[in-house]
């Protein structure tokens, strides 16, 4: 995906988002867009900072640099929803693109991805962000709803119970 594609998927997915975590539809909900809007699209554009040195597509575009990011608000207390940017950059790059990204890097610079990607000159680029975002958007839905509420981490009553019954 190009740059338009993925700060298209992150405003998309600020807005979704903001009415799965706050579905009144009131002055909440907006705070809650306003609240999502700029982690996503600083976590959306930032793999791509690897444009300005490394490699494309390896040097920020792995599990790893996803890790730090994801372990970055558990440690620090903040940059919460910048790990959703960065994962749905990810998303967009495997499967909305041809060349894929190297996931495993710097341990294999074998690039990942699938078959139904676009070029990113491609005019069903934008096209294909949107259905990626909307099936995003169904994801993080069910993982709200279902597992973990995504405002405080908490699991899900049947999760917890499903945890507790685990053997430590």
């Known amino acids: 995906m190009n740059k338009k594609g993925h700060v298209l998927n992150a405003i998309l997915l600020a807005i979704g988002l903001g009415y799965v975590l706050q579905p009144s539809g ?6 809650t867009i306003a609240e999502l809007f700029v982690p996503l699209v600083l ?9 300005a040195f490394g490699k494309h597509r ?20 903040n940059l919460q929803f910048v790990w959703i940017g ?5 998303l967009l790059d495997v499967v909305g693109s041809k060349r894929g990204i190297a996931l495993f890097y710097p341990l294999s610079s074998t690039e990942y991805g699938l078959p139904v990607g676009v070029p990113t000159s491609s005019k069903w680029a934008d096209t294909l962000t949107v ?19 995504l405002n405080t981490g ?15």
């Open 26 to 31: 009131d002055l909440e909900t907006f705070r």
């Open 43 to 51: 976590g959306a554009l930032f793999p791509d900072v690897d444009t």
């Open 58 to 77: 390896k040097t920020l575009h792995n599990l790893l640099v996803l890790g730090v990011i994801l372990a970055y608000p558990i440690y620090f207390g």
């Open 86 to 90: 960065v994962a749905t950059h990810y």
């Open 131 to 149: 259905v990626i975002t909307l099936l995003e958007l169904a994801a993080l839905a069910a993982v709200q709803y279902f597992l973990v509420d």
């Open 154 to 168: 908490t699991p899900r009553e049947a999760v917890a119970t499903a945890l507790a019954g685990l053997p430590v």
